[in-house]
């Protein structure tokens, strides 16, 4: 009789057709250009702008776009380009943080839920609940108005809010899969319950998870400059698309568009780029499970 074998099915050795595919894809090749783009600008911001991001009097007051000021200036007089290249390295690296945070904590949350079960995952589901009957803007917003604005608190609570979604996901994926054959083999060559979960059930498990934090990832720059834009996010006069957006608000009524339209395209452009990755990976997946 053969033994079985242990491995990872199609997870580490991706077809050649899917490769082929993923090469072919103008959502995931555009995608991440957009978002190469963005972090390649955030971190030139840290050591080059065209002028002080924080530096007011650049130029004249609210000066529409020229070539000395591409993105125009502000109110202050301050550069909006150089503002929405500082801006960059706030928006682009939280987003980043805390989709990593909430992709690690609800993988291993969920998965244990799932695969031991019992009590564990009782309080695990009520705990859930409890966070999917709050609003998760106004939950944003509570939470940071009494714990105050700041990076830190800003990654905390927008980590918190999808963490729900990846725990129910990962929890689903490790359910239905920890009697397949694969597992039961690593239990029979003498593979403990961890080693079972996360030397086998986890890495087969994190397709739909990434393929989630994507999409996530999309609503977490959303989010970020929503908190910027209601003075909740990042200290006020920080560089931050949301909050320069909300500076910007008054001056298109008299035509001043540049101000919070040029901050306004970056989270659109920061946003898209995951959900065209989000797509891509979807597609892939579809093409896969087709195969």
């Known amino acids: 009789m053969t033994a079985p074998t242990i491995g990872f099915p199609r997870l580490i050795r991706p077809t050649r057709s899917r490769l082929g595919a993923a090469g072919r894809s103008w959502a995931l090749w555009t995608g991440v250009a957009i978002l190469a783009l963005l972090i390649v600008t955030s971190i030139v911001s840290t050591f080059w702008t065209p002028y002080s991001p924080t530096a007011s009097g650049t130029g004249a007051l609210q000066a529409a776009p020229s070539l000395a000021h591409p993105f125009g200036t502000d109110g202050l007089g301050s550069d909006v380009l150089s503002r929405t290249m500082a801006a960059a390295r706030t928006d682009v690296s939280i987003t980043v943080v805390v ?54 608190n800003v990654i905390f609570v927008v980590a918190v809010l999808p963490l729900p979604d990846y725990v129910r996901l990962a929890r689903a994926e490790i ?30 498990s994190l397709r739909p998870l990434l393929t989630y934090a994507s999409v996530n990832a999309s609503y977490v720059a959303s989010t970020v ?67």
């Open 99 to 152: 989709v990593l945070m909430a992709l690690v904590v609800g993988t291993v949350w969920g998965s244990l839920a799932g695969f031991f079960g019992g009590a564990f995952d009782y309080v695990t589901m009520r705990i859930l609940e409890l966070l999917n009957s709050f609003p998760s803007l106004l939950l944003a917003v509570l939470v940071i108005a009494v714990a105050g604005s700041g990076i830190a």
């Open 175 to 204: 359910r239905s899969k920890k009697e397949y054959q694969f597992a039961e083999a690593a239990r029979l060559v003498g593979r403990g319950p961890f080693g079972v979960l996360f030397a086998h059930l986890v890495p087969n």
């Open 225 to 291: 400059g929503a908190l910027g834009f209601l003075g909740l996010g990042i200290q006020p006069g920080s560089a931050e698309w949301g909050s320069m957006i909300a500076q910007g608000q008054d001056a298109i009524l008299s035509g001043q568009w540049w101000i919070s339209g040029f901050p306004g395209l970056a989270i659109f452009l920061l946003a898209a780029a995951f959900h065209l990755i989000s797509d891509a990976i979807a597609d892939l997946r579809d093409q896969g499970s087709a195969a």
